[in-house]
């Protein structure tokens, strides 16, 4: 099993420019979800999505767009990137949600904005 | 307004000895409490979790101690081997919205010394 894939690893974009991150699963979790983190910040959650066809909103979803076609991957689409979009981006899966159940997170994204 | 504190930033401590890492939180109505340790350049991984109805998990080395008048948990790693040296994220869960989301905290740096 790879677990959770991410990529890609490092990205620099410049301001107002697109891109997707891509997350893909192999455990057949529900639970699928974008962090990202920030200096002094912590993990914050932009969106979640707790099955294919259905995602919401975390903490922080401002210039963020989700979509689930697939039980395996949870794209994270940025739609007009800005320098305040710097940060490491981290995808993570669970089979189900309760509250106390183990997240399995990917390597990580370092996305910076110029 | 950060609900989930880690007010330490880093700790050090020797090979051997015990690693005591602290978490404050301010919301009563979380369920649940969760640990990961993050090397560098990884994704979080899980490490331990406690019910807000428990006041004590132990898995091994790691122990972690809750107690909700103080709003207040620890992770205690003992004996502390250098293979621990990792940033420590508590986070915290709560249901919402027809499902359960979780707060992290800031994160401690952790270093053990041989």
């Known amino acids: 099993n790879a677990g959770v894939t991410q990529t890609p690893k490092f990205q620099v974009l410049k301001t107002g420019q697109s891109m997707t991150l891509q997350c893909a699963q192999d455990?057949?979790?529900?639970?699928m979800s974008w962090y990202r983190q920030d200096p002094g910040m912590g993990l914050r959650l932009i969106h979640y999505?707790?099955?294919?066809?259905?995602?919401d909103q975390g903490e922080v979803p401002n210039g963020y767009n989700v979509s689930r076609s697939t039980t395996e991957d949870f794209p994270l689409r940025l739609l007009s990137a800005a320098p305040s979009q710097t940060s490491v981006y981290f995808c993570?899966?669970?089979?189900?949600?309760?509250?106390?159940?183990?997240?399995?997170f990917g390597q990580g994204t370092r996305l910076t904005v110029v | 307004d950060q609900q989930v504190k880690q007010n330490s930033p880093s700790l050090s401590v020797q090979e051997g000895r015990i690693s005591i890492l602290n978490c404050d939180y301010t919301?009563?109505?979380?369920?649940?409490f969760l640990w990961y340790k993050k090397y560098p350049a990884e994704g979080p991984t899980f490490l331990i979790s406690i019910s807000s109805i428990k006041d004590k998990n132990e898995d091994g080395r790691f122990t972690v101690f809750l107690n909700k008048s103080a709003k207040h948990l620890s992770l205690h790693i003992v004996p502390s081997q250098p293979g621990d040296s990792a940033v420590y994220f508590c986070?915290?869960?709560?249901w919402g919205s027809g499902t359960y989301k979780y707060i992290f905290g800031t994160g401690t740096r952790l270093k053990v010394l041989a």
């Open positions: 455990m057949n979790h529900e639970y």
């Open positions: 999505s707790v099955g294919a066809g259905i995602t």
């Open positions: 919301n009563s109505m979380f369920d649940y």
């Open positions: 986070a915290a869960s709560a």
């Open positions: 993570a899966s669970s089979f189900t949600e309760q509250g106390n159940t183990e997240a399995f």
